[in-house]
């Protein structure tokens, strides 16, 4: 005797098969956690590199000011 209820299909519904749900599932979230690493990682090194364009830029300064003194320091 078949069960037909309203337009659905039966399904089997065995451990095997919610281990291949499960292994489905967390390859889904492997996958979006390798993503926002990969993203954690482009944001880490746009923020070196603005970290060293600022040390760049203080040291920059400092040499100027140091050459500025020496200038003026000469008659």
Avoid: N
Wanted: aromatic share 8%; with cysteine; glycine share 4%.
């Amino acid at each position: 005797m078949r069960d037909e209820r309203a337009g659905f299909e039966p399904f089997d519904c065995a451990p095997a098969l919610r281990l291949e749900a499960h292994e489905r599932v967390s390859k889904l979230h492997q996958e979006a956690f390798e993503r926002r690493l990969e993203k954690l990682e482009e944001m880490m090194e746009k923020l070196e590199k603005r970290l060293w364009l600022t040390v760049y830029g203080v040291v920059g300064t400092i040499l100027a000011q140091a050459f500025q003194s020496i200038l003026t320091a000469q008659p």
